[in-house]
């Protein structure tokens, strides 16, 4: 089974500054896939962004990127210019095969 | 993308009673997924559904407890049996598209039993 851990249980930014999020996984495979997801308080899930293992160029999606270290088996994700629609629980995951693994989320916070 | 349809949003049963979620996704889908999310916790793989097939659990889910049905590619059900407050939680509906990588998901079912 696949270990995804979010080491950070709650963030708390400025809005329109940086905040990092952090995650790291644990696995055998080499060919799989790592997401962020946003649950804000209406309970969807959002997909945020997605990395293919196979690609070495970080994705980046606006104002959101990730920094994936595949050898490290890290994949955090920067939000930039952080608006107040970005308060919600972040979860990272890992998909291999058909699975998706989740780590147990960091709450965000974006203070006016 | 695909949009998933979710019902009931959310419910307030008895304990032992039964309750049954309804999934409808707009699009012909192999996998649909069912994921418990327990109060502020990440969310937990409950069972793959497959069209023309018994559902896969996983580990420490059991038929028994959480019957599903997938009787056709756009349609799936969850029914959570002889509930306790344990029970209480978000129930999420998942589905992966072919040629994608990423899962999207319902608008999830609030779950409260008391």
């Known amino acids: 089974a696949q270990t995804v851990t979010q080491s950070q249980p709650e963030m708390s930014v400025q809005e329109a500054e940086t905040v990092t999020l952090s995650c790291t996984y644990d696995?055998?495979?080499?060919?799989?896939?790592l997401f962020w997801y946003k649950q804000p308080p209406s309970r969807q899930m959002i997909l945020v962004i997605r990395q293919e293992a196979y690609k070495q160029q970080n994705a980046t999606e606006n104002r959101f990127s990730v920094n994936f270290q595949k050898a490290a088996k890290s994949f955090s994700l920067k939000i930039s210019d952080s608006q107040l629609g970005d308060t919600a629980m972040y979860f990272c995951?890992?998909?291999?095969?058909?699975?998706?693994?989740f780590g147990a989320g960091t709450t965000v916070t974006v203070r006016a | 993308s695909a949009v998933i349809s979710q019902k009931p949003s959310r419910d307030i049963c008895q304990r032992g009673t039964s309750l049954t979620i309804q999934c409808q996704v707009d699009?012909?889908?192999?996998?649909m997924f069912w994921y418990r999310q327990q109060p502020g916790q990440s969310l937990t793989l409950i069972a793959t559904?497959?069209?023309?097939?018994?559902?896969?659990?996983e580990s420490g889910f059991v038929i028994d407890k959480f019957p599903i049905s997938r009787p056709n590619l756009t349609f799936s059900t969850l029914t959570v049996s002889n509930m306790s407050p344990e029970d209480s939680s978000i129930y999420l509906c998942?589905?992966?598209?072919?040629?994608?990588?990423?899962?999207?998901f319902g608008q999830g079912t609030r779950l409260t039993v008391v």
């Open positions: 696995t055998s495979e080499n060919n799989y896939y």
């Open positions: 559904a497959n069209q023309g097939s018994e559902a896969t659990y």
């Open positions: 699009s012909q889908v192999t996998m």
């Open positions: 995951a890992f998909m291999n095969d058909y699975k998706l693994s």
């Open positions: 998942s589905v992966r598209l072919q040629g994608l990588g990423e899962a999207f």
